[in-house]
């Protein structure tokens, strides 16, 4: 694929030790509404509704999110006071392997109100910098956890967790995005969906992020800070 890119560094740790390698990602794809049960979608639908989110058009659904949005620094800017992060974890190709590691969607939670495709753009994908081989942990999927905490106002509570059991599996992630994209997926990090919240949303000040493999005692974590770019700007 030409055009631009942008180049991430990770650190991939297996088993047997560790590696740093340069990825060059043409562009990301989001998956959305992706719970492995209905119920499990419905909830996160009926969560956006309370927002005047509307509905999706497929269930599940991809969307495209251009190569400059994706990051892994600890601090991003936005546009609005009404932003929030979802984790996720991320499938990324790298010389036809397969790794995973954990991520934030941040969304525009005012522009979702009018384009869902348009705030995922809006704001920055935060990656994290680690990969594990999807090889090592494919046999205890469902096991891997997700958590992710935030802070509003100084105050930092639990906002996310759940098992990679509330979503798709692997292989049928992969299914779907193969059958909306017909190249190659090397480079392009794919985004699951993410899990419901424990409260509803909170547009934080500061988004923490784990994924946790519980057999093999292990995770990787990723934070950042949010600051709304309006706070500079007078409202008279």
């Not at 088993?15 to 340069?22: A, Q, R, V």
């Not at 990825?23 to 009926?46: C, D, F, S």
Request: aromatic share 10%; charged share 20%.
């Amino acid at each position: 694929m030409g055009g631009k890119i942008t180049m991430l560094n990770f650190l991939v740790n297996r088993l047997s030790g560790s590696e740093k390698i340069t990825v060059q990602i043409p562009y990301m794809l989001n998956a959305g509404y992706a719970g492995r049960t209905q119920e499990k979608v419905r909830e996160h639908i009926e969560e956006l509704e309370k927002l005047g989110v509307p509905g999706p058009t497929e269930i599940p659904i991809l969307f495209p999110i251009t190569f400059n949005q994706a990051t892994l620094a600890q601090h991003i800017d936005v546009q609005g006071e009404q932003t929030s992060g979802e984790i996720e974890f991320i499938l990324l190709q790298y010389a036809g392997e397969w790794f995973m590691t954990v991520g934030s969607d941040h969304t525009d939670r005012e522009l979702e109100q009018f384009s869902v495709e348009k705030s995922k753009q809006a704001c920055s994908n935060v990656l994290a910098s680690c990969l594990w081989p999807v090889t090592e942990v494919i046999e205890h999927w469902d096991q891997i956890q997700l958590r992710a905490w935030v802070t509003k106002d100084e105050t930092r509570v639990i906002y996310q967790d759940d098992t990679l059991a509330a979503l798709l599996p692997y292989s049928v992630l992969l299914d779907f995005v193969r059958s909306k994209v017909t190249h190659n997926l090397d480079g392009i990090p794919i985004f699951s969906g993410t899990i419901a919240t424990l409260k509803g949303l909170i547009f934080a000040d500061f988004f923490e992020m784990e994924m946790l493999d519980p057999v093999l005692n292990r995770s990787i974590q990723h934070q950042y800070s949010i600051r709304p770019l309006t706070q500079f700007f007078t409202t008279k």
